[in-house]
T-cell receptor, first 117, second 111 residues
Framework: DVKVTQSSRYLVKRTGEKVFLECVQD?????MFWYRQDPGLGLRLIYF???????EKGDIPEGYSVSREKKERFSLILESASTNQTSMYLC????????????????FGPGTRLLVL | DAKTTQPPSMDCAEGRAANLPCNHS???????VYWYRQIHSQGPQYIIH???NNETNEMASLIITEDRKSSTLILPHATLRDTAVYYC????????????FGTGTRLQVFP
């Protein structure tokens, strides 16, 4: 069974704080993704990575950065949290795709609900 | 990736089969049909995917019409825990890129 875990289910932070969201997958997947999900807006891609130390901007990268030092771990960093970053954050991982030409099915973690006050 | 259309909501009695339809009339030859579901406040859960043949796994069956313009996800014996929003997505199978979730179908399973 694919397992994607996220460091926290719920998080409360203050405006201006630096926030780290961690994601770990145990399936040796090449690709990892960070999305945010907001009511009425669906899932929006923030960043993704198809290899260690590689990162690609998604649709809404502003205010975020990422780090992928090890294949199994993909971190999302909010450099200076703001109230408009209150959201549900979802990490996903997948294998294949452009990396290997195979089928690419994304598997999601349980999500982190972040509240920025 | 092609667009999909799903009914906004459906009800199903516990123990009965839940049949969730999806229209994808602009699907192209190299696009797969994927199904995910999201139970309230949890991450989306992968269910099944297929290209043109019908597929079955331990969670569900996927029936794709011969012209591939529509499909149906079947939960053979729905339980209360199957209450969730179900998303149908079509995408190129090798496309390492964002998943685009539409509004999905909210399935309510009642006792």
């Amino acid at each position: 069974d694919v397992k994607v875990t996220q460091s926290s289910r719920y998080l409360v932070k203050r405006t201006g704080e630096k926030v780290f969201l961690e994601c770990v997958q145990d399936m040796d997947h090449e690709n990892m993704f960070w999305y945010r999900q907001d009511p009425g807006l669906g899932l929006r891609l923030i960043y993704f990575s198809y290899d260690v130390k590689m990162k690609e901007k998604g649709d809404i990268p502003e205010g975020y950065s990422v780090s992928r030092e090890k294949k199994e771990r993909f971190s999302l960093i909010l450099e200076s949290a703001s109230t408009n970053q209150t959201s549900m954050y979802l990490c996903a991982s997948s294998n294949g795709g452009l990396a290997g030409g195979e089928e690419e099915t994304q598997y999601f973690g349980p999500g982190t609900r972040l509240l920025v006050l | 990736d092609a667009k999909t259309t799903q009914p906004p909501s459906m009800d199903c009695a516990e123990g009965r089969a839940a049949n969730l339809p999806c229209n994808h009339s602009t699907i192209s030859g190299n696009e797969y049909v994927y199904w995910y579901r999201q139970i309230h406040s949890q991450g989306p859960q992968y269910i099944i995917h297929g290209l043109k043949n019908n597929e079955t796994n331990e969670m569900a069956s996927l029936i794709i019409t011969e012209d591939r313009k529509s499909s149906t996800l079947i939960l053979p014996h729905a339980t209360l825990r199957d209450t969730a929003v179900y998303y149908c997505i079509v995408r190129v199978y090798y496309n390492t890129d964002k998943l685009i979730f539409g509004t999905g179908t909210r399935l309510q399973v009642f006792p």
